[in-house]
């Protein structure tokens, strides 16, 4: 797993998020064993200005509240203004950032399924036609548009519910005016969650109906058959901008095809190779065959999706590795560097001092 931290100023709490190898995020829910997160935070407090590629069960629900926010979303990337929102459907990979690293402050509900999918039949069938990987992968939102609105407001409403939720306390006067809340009274929302629990499920209620089958470009409807490799997207976001953005959010290089069920299966069976054989000599070979796809199809798609080459995906998985047992064990530099594949200690040392700015033992020493 991966721990990112980031930090906007020395006076500004950092934003941890942990992303595991197969690119599911561990959720830090305001309160614990209720699966509901509720805050407005500013994205400098992720590093870079970006938010790791990540995926979870959840439903997010965002909205802008000051600056531009870009989101990718299974390859389409979608600019939110002030005012506009998005939400994310479930297992989707996602992430939000700023190219240009300016601020933006945005509100976020994230919502598990397990609060209301299996209440009933009914429900969980509705739950499952609109979590299919075959439904569309986002739904965009405006204020102009009235049910829209009223989800926007509701997403200020469960944070302004919820224990921790709230705009922060260290947030500037206008960016909380600009959101229309006011910080939540954490003594009366902590005596009694069930306020924020009901609007959290009323605002799944109001989408759950309203993601639809995918089309491609001639207006078929995409399903799980379809190839990744011949589908030629073309998909619209709410902004009227196409798919020219994900270049060069993500590849860099022009257009982008609209992901599919096989793009983000290809992609977690490949990364969870990395996760559970990362400590053996793996090659490109190797984790192109875990996707089933050539080695050129690989290098793409993690680019698309992961943001890194693939080699450099398994190196830092062993960096991870090398870490926790350098922390926590008293194993020498030489056998930490074969427990986590690395082909020679020297080797470790050279990757490990350019990644982190310390030898091994220097490292070790700060623990």
């Keep these: 797993m991966t721990d990112i931290v980031g930090w906007r100023s020395a006076a500004m709490p950092s934003k941890k998020i942990t992303v595991f190898s197969d690119m599911s995020e561990h959720i830090y829910y305001n309160v614990p064993g209720l699966p509901i997160y509720a805050r407005c935070d500013p994205l400098s407090t992720f590093a870079d200005y970006r938010c790791p590629c990540h995926w979870h069960r959840d439903l997010e629900f965002i909205r802008v509240v000051s600056g531009d926010l870009h989101y990718f979303v299974n390859g389409t990337v979608t600019v939110l203004h002030p005012g506009d929102g998005m939400v994310v459907n479930s297992s989707r990979l996602h992430y939000g950032f700023s190219p240009d690293r300016r601020e933006s402050w945005f509100s ?3 919502v598990s399924p397990t609060l209301f999918e299996d209440l009933t039949p009914a429900t969980n069938a509705r739950c499952a036609r609109a979590f299919s990987q075959d439904m569309d992968d986002f739904l965009t939102l405006s204020p102009d548009v009235d049910w829209q609105r009223d989800l926007l407001m509701g ?11 709230g705009v922060r306390r260290d947030s500037p006067t206008r960016i909380t005016r600009a959101a229309g809340v006011a910080p939540a009274d954490d003594d009366v ?9 009901a609007a959290s499920i009323r605002l799944c209620d109001m989408v759950l109906d309203r993601f639809a089958p995918r089309v491609d470009g001639d207006g078929d409807e995409i399903n799980s058959a379809d190839d990744a490799e011949t589908g030629n997207g073309g998909r619209m976001d709410g902004n009227g901008a196409g798919m020219a953005g994900v270049a060069g959010a993500v590849s860099g290089n022009g257009g982008a095809r609209g992901a599919n069920r096989r793009d983000l ?6 990364t969870g190779l990395v996760q559970q054989r990362f400590a053996e000599p793996l090659n490109l070979d190797d984790i192109a065959a875990a996707g089933g796809v050539s080695r050129s199809q690989c290098c793409i798609l993690f680019r698309r999706y992961v943001r890194r080459t693939p080699n450099e995906f398994l190196t830092e998985r062993r960096l991870e590795e090398a870490k926790r047992m350098l922390a926590g064990t008293s194993a020498s530099v030489a056998e930490t560097a074969r427990a986590c594949g690395f082909s020679s200690s020297s080797y470790f040392i050279s990757v490990f001092r350019r990644r982190f700015g310390l030898t091994p033992n220097a490292y070790r020493g700060t623990r």
């Design 108 to 110: 976020c509900a994230v």
């Design 155 to 165: 997403v200020e409403e469960v944070i302004r519910l919820m224990p921790g939720g």
């Design 189 to 197: 929302a902590a005596a009694d969650p069930l306020p924020a629990v």
């Design 265 to 270: 299966m290809t992609v977690l069976n490949m």
